[in-house]
């Protein structure tokens, strides 16, 4: 068995070495690959018997393991991998990662010291894995990178080709062209830079769909120079109503952290004013996770763990009321929706597993419907499939 790690806070650590324990139980004969499998001797003091352990984006070093413990046969019905290649998700949506790694040194995370700065992907190739994702049956893409709007920085957004034209290496145009392909493309992790303004006019249009998600994480601009994140409340707030100007159909997704290190009740209360006036559609918060390695670790004045968790609760108790506001206002009107399963699907403001999902009766997965909405909860609507 291969198990795939995450390293990034503690609760995944423990959640990753568990599922390590798990696979041991029920197999004997476990790989382990994925951010934990980079820090040194954390698995193999836990789980010794594992047969090899490599790092994430490893995929020789797990074939490597695995051939040396099971000797693959040659098979050729299962040596023509599909051009698409071998995916995790359903049939009908895909994640396609633009790049690797990340320019930022925010203080609460440690991604950069495991995956190291920003490389981007070629844009080709890029575009061809889209295309031959589309010609597999999907029909949604879910654009993914540590920082997706800083796509093509690291070559100096160079000039690359498509189909014999020529394309730039940078958001705006690589979105740009996915929307071409004629399925929903949904932008995950960007950074609020001024050139994200230039890919709402696509949405608009119809050719990408109209959602971000904008990890803003606070509000308040001590805690956000103590995080080391490029951005100001004020600034924020006023991106996004240029943003609801332009597309009025908009969603926008964020997370945030209660209880870094040094937040006062006063900051934390300057966190919920600035949610209060942002009206955002998807939220989520996080209680501060000291992670091993993270330079937030040494500044002063922590938190207490139950203070934490009150303030999440209590940012959370906000956003639920105007998410159910939010959602309130779709009743009466009919959204097409993208059918996951028979009777659950997602409308163009629910990325897969993290935002909520539309009720009806029947459908087939992978499919469209129109969907007339009848009633909502704080996460959910309900409707009737026409």
Known sequence: MIVNTCGFIDAAVEESLDAIGEALAENGRVVVTGCLGAKEGVVAKVHPSVLAITGPHDTEGVMQAVHQHLPKPHDPYIDLVPPQGIKLTPRHYAYLKISEGCNHRCTFCIIPSMRGDLVSRSIAQVMQEAENLVNAGVKELLVISQDTSAYGVDVKYRTGFW????????????????????????????????????????????????????????????????????????????????????????????????????????????????????????????????????????????????????????????????????????????????????????????????????????????????????????????????
């Open 163 to 386: 189909q014999g034209r020529p394309l730039k290496t940078r958001m705006t145009e690589l979105c740009r062209a996915l929307g071409e392909l004629g399925v929903w493309v949904r932008l995950h992790y960007v950074y609020p830079y001024p050139h994200v303004d230039e890919v709402i006019p696509l949405m608009t249009a119809g050719k990408i769909v109209p959602y971000l998600d904008v990890p803003f994480q606070h509000a308040s601009a001590r805690i956000l120079r103590l995080m080391k994140r490029p951005a100001s409340a004020e600034k924020v707030l006023q991106r996004i109503r240029g943003w609801r100007e332009i597309c009025p159909d908009i969603t926008i997704r964020s997370t945030f952290i209660a209880g870094f290190p040094g937040e006062t009740e006063s900051e934390f209360a300057e966190l919920l004013a600035f949610l209060e006036e942002a009206q955002l559609d998807r939220v989520g918060c996080f209680a501060y996770s000291p992670v091993e390695g993270a330079a937030a670790n040494a500044l002063p004045d922590p938190v207490p763990e139950t203070v934490k968790e009150e303030r999440r609760a209590r940012f959370m108790a906000l956003q639920a009321r105007i998410s159910a506001a939010k959602l309130q206002r779709k009743v009466g009107k009919t959204l097409k929706v993208l059918i996951d399963q028979p009777g659950i699907g997602r409308s163009s403001a629910d990325a897969p597993d993290i935002d909520g999902v539309v009720h009806f009766k029947g459908g087939k997965a992978g499919e469209f419907a129109d969907v007339l909405i009848q009633r909502a909860d704080e996460h959910d609507l309900h409707g009737r499939r026409l």
